[in-house]
């Protein structure tokens, strides 16, 4: 062990600490890795690989950099070849894929033969699998799966939930460990097995700045900075071109806290001022936090948060009168549903911490839905874990339907504001009208306008469908919708653009883009 190093968990006196937060790891401390993917269907592009993904996120937090992922097809030579390689320059070396019975597994054969050793049934592997399958004839498929390098390592995770040993051990060869190709079963694995990579020396400390501004106009400074702190930060630059907020995203990793903040520091005021932005990397994480902020606040009585007060004081009183089994948001992807999801979101979130459940949402589609609007609905179903409710069709039909399919349901949380058509007369508890399927609508945005649905989308940083980014205003169908022509210009190169619709001053005038 090197005499200079320090464990994070040994930490008793002010000077040690001191010590610790000024040690800087030297080179040698570092643990490599290198990943292999191996298999002919991602090379023809029918399977995406996700496993390196989750592999390199797992060992960045242990400590380890990963140097290179290869992903090669299923050929005992080729296999060898790359293991051989690979062994020789990282510490540690991962194998996805090629491990299960059939004929087109050979990452066992492949191992072995890169060391030069031969493959053979493991007395420990074939009881198991005898166990497991209820078959012991060696020449089986399954016992393809026991026969494994000589000399070959065992290691059993213990399952965090269950507490019991794993089914099927991981197995290594010097340093290369071969874990199986199927997401589910390679993650459940690493998660158990991840330990054995940690490097104890090292941790990496990370942060990052927004910035506003387009790449190439800040690619000096960035450079500058970089250069100065070469040897313990590095710098990231990596440009965003469809985000709302942002333009640039500036990343900054090292091993020593210090050296991060001082380069961070350096690097923010290397932008040109008002650039780098506030940016909320988390909206759905801190949504209780944020939201309640604004409730909570003592002195702030502006029309603003006087909206947010009372759409949290109109849910919460929702979530009195009902469970949640009889309630779900009415979400098509607009802007005032979208505040709204947050802001219900928010309020169960605040009442129940626990709630692991999904929050029901109804989606009708429109005749000829955006396919923007679809992508940022089944954006939102994720962020959010909602269970949605999807309909084709009128909605007073669909609504009909949602009666008999979910004879639960009693209400609907809805974005109307009084300014929409037909709205003005809306409380924040009105049943349907009298010729539409019994429900009630709840609105908590009622005395919302146009600029405060705005104010909080981009006060808060929450995602919104891009339309709204080129220059929609208001969102229906496809075939009567279109950009406000409030919003639009020429831009420098002489062509019509549109501007984002928070930029829209008149909100009397959102639909101006809508035919009916
Ligand atoms: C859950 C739900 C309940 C509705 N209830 C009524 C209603 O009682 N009376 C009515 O005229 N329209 C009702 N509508 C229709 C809306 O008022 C409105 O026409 C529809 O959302 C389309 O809005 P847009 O023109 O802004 O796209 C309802 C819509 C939904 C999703
Ligand atoms: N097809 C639909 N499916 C589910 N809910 C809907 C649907 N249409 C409207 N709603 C509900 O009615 C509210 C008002 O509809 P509206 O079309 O104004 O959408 P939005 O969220 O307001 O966005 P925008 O005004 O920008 O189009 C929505 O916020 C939503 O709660
Ligand atoms: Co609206
Ligand atoms: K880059
Ligand atoms: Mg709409």
């Given at each position: 062990m090197d005499t200079n190093q320090i464990p994070a968990n040994d930490i008793n006196s002010t000077s040690q600490l001191l010590n610790a937060i000024n040690y800087v790891p030297k080179v040698s401390d570092q643990s490599t890795a290198g990943i292999i993917v191996i298999g002919d269907e991602i090379l023809k592009g029918q399977t995406l690989d996700t496993n390196s993904n989750f592999i390199c996120k797992k060992l960045f937090s242990l400590g380890v950099k990963v140097q290179k992922i290869s992903v090669i097809c299923d050929d005992v030579d080729i296999i060898a070849e790359e293991v051989t390689q690979f062994s020789q320059k990282f510490t540690h070396v991962i194998t996805s894929g090629g491990i299960g019975p059939t004929h087109d597994d050979m990452t066992f054969e492949g191992v072995a033969k890169a060391f030069g050793l031969q493959t053979q049934h493991h007395p420990k592997l074939v009881e198991l699998i005898t166990d497991w399958f209820h078959i012991s004839d060696l020449n089986s498929a399954e016992m393809k799966m026991a026969k494994i390098p000589e000399g070959a390592k065992l290691s059993f995770g213990i399952d965090p939930k269950t507490k019991q040993e794993s089914k099927y051990p991981l197995v290594s060869v010097r340093n290369v460990h071969m874990f199986p190709g199927v997401p589910s079963l390679l993650e459940k694995a690493f998660i158990m097995l991840g330990h054995l990579f940690q490097n104890p020396n090292v941790q990496f400390y990370t942060d990052d700045l927004y910035v506003n501004k387009d790449e190439a106009s800040i690619a000096a400074s960035i450079a500058h900075v970089a250069e100065k702190y070469k040897d313990t930060v590095a710098i990231g630059s990596y440009p965003d071109l469809i985000n709302s907020y942002y333009k640039v995203k500036l990343t900054l990793e090292s091993m020593n806290v210090k050296s991060l903040q001082e380069a961070r520091k350096e690097l923010y005021e290397s932008m040109p001022a008002g650039t780098v932005i506030d940016y909320e990397k988390d909206p759905v994480g801190s949504a209780v936090a944020r939201v309640y902020t604004i409730v909570d606040d003592p002195v702030a009585g502006d029309p603003f948060t006087v909206c947010v007060r009372n759409a949290v004081a109109t849910l919460e009183r929702a979530l009195e009168m009902y469970q949640l089994s009889e309630i779900c948001v009415g979400f098509n992807g607009g802007k005032d549903c979208t505040v709204m999801l947050h802001l219900w979101y928010a309020v169960v979130k605040k009442k129940f911490p626990d709630y692991n459940e999904k929050l029901q949402a109804l989606y009708i589609r429109s005749r000829y839905p955006f396919p923007e609007v679809e992508k940022f609905v089944q954006l939102s179903r994720d962020r959010y874990n909602l269970q949605m409710i999807h309909y084709d069709g009128r909605i007073k039909e669909c609504l009909a339907t949602l009666k008999v399919k979910h004879p639960q349901m009693k209400a609907v949380i809805m974005g109307t504001r009084k300014t929409d058509p037909c709205s003005d007369q809306l409380r924040e508890f009105s049943m349907t009208d009298a010729d539409w399927p019994q429900l009630m609508r709840v609105n908590p945005?009622?005395?919302?306008?146009y600029k405060h649905v705005w104010q909080f989308l981009r006060q808060l940083c929450l995602p919104y469908c891009s339309l709204y980014d080129r220059g929609y205003s208001s969102l229906g169908s496809m075939d009567n919708t279109h950009p406000n022509p409030l919003l639009q210009y020429i831009d420098e190169r002489g062509v019509l653009a549109f501007r984002p619709a928070y930029l829209l001053e008149n909100g009397e005038r959102e639909r101006d883009g809508r035919n009916k």
């Open positions: 945005l009622l005395e919302w306008h």
